[in-house]
Each structure stands twice: as C-alpha cells, then as structure tokens.
C-alpha cells in the first residue's frame, strides 16, 4: 500500500505563498488519483485539487481556482500543492490522498470526494494571518 509524506505546512500571512509536498513511498501504477483536501475543525474535509498519473494533468475546486495549482513531478515521485495568494479563510489541516485501487481512464475527472480515497497522509497545518 502507497503511504504518503506530506511536508510543507506552516504560517503565511496573507497574500504569501506557501508549497505543500506529498512523497508516496512508493511509485504508482498509471490511471491513480492523487488530491489535497483541507479540513477545518467541524466541518467536512474539502476536496480542493486532483491529478492522475502518468500524465499528470491537474484540476483545482472553484475554492481555489486562480490561486492554487497541482503538480506532479513525475521523476521525484512527488506532488505539489502550490498556494499563492493565501486568504486567512485558507487556514486549515491540509491532506494528501492516494485513490490506490481504482483506475481512472484518462476521459474521465479524479473523484472529489473524500469517501473515495482509500489512503492518507498525516496532514500538515496551514495557517494564514490577516
């Protein structure tokens, strides 16, 4: 089972920008899904970006659209959450997930909800202030 590293999470103020990474231990097998989702204390863990392997293409929810992107560098094994623009209302536990035994045909989107990934890394704290 791929077990995910995140790192990167910290303090910004706003307007900052801050990089997430996710290192899975392992290489994926192509048509995999990998997302960060975000949680804040008493609500539901928000899906915010998704990209498939091998080609690496990347989709962000409207919560961030214009502001975060998703990368993959293939070579590292790694992906990349990079934050620009950060608002306070960005503070939150963020989470790399790995949708591992579901293959995903390049015509079709990752899945969006949290339900649908089967493994997750630890979670690292963003926090931004006004």
């Known amino acids: 089972q791929v077990q995910l590293a995140e790192s990167g999470g910290g303090s910004v103020q706003a307007g900052g920008s801050l990089q997430l990474s996710c290192a899975p231990a392992s290489y994926p097998p192509p048509g995999r899904c990998f997302a960060w989702f975000r949680q804040v204390p008493g609500k539901e863990r928000e899906g915010i970006a998704f990209?498939?392997?091998?080609?690496?293409?990347?989709s962000t929810a409207d919560s961030v659209k214009g502001r975060f992107t998703i990368d993959r560098d293939s070579a590292k094994n790694t992906v990349y959450l990079q934050m620009n623009t950060v608002k306070p209302e960005d503070t939150a536990m963020y989470y790399c997930?790995?949708?591992?035994?579901?293959?995903?045909?390049?015509?079709?989107?990752?899945?969006?909800?949290?339900?649908?990934?089967?493994?997750w890394g630890q979670g690292t704290q963003v926090t931004v202030s006004s």
């Open positions: 997930a790995f949708l591992a035994d579901t293959y995903v045909a390049v015509t079709s989107a990752c899945p969006r909800g949290a339900t649908q990934y089967n493994t």
């Open positions: 990209i498939r392997t091998p080609t690496n293409l990347g």
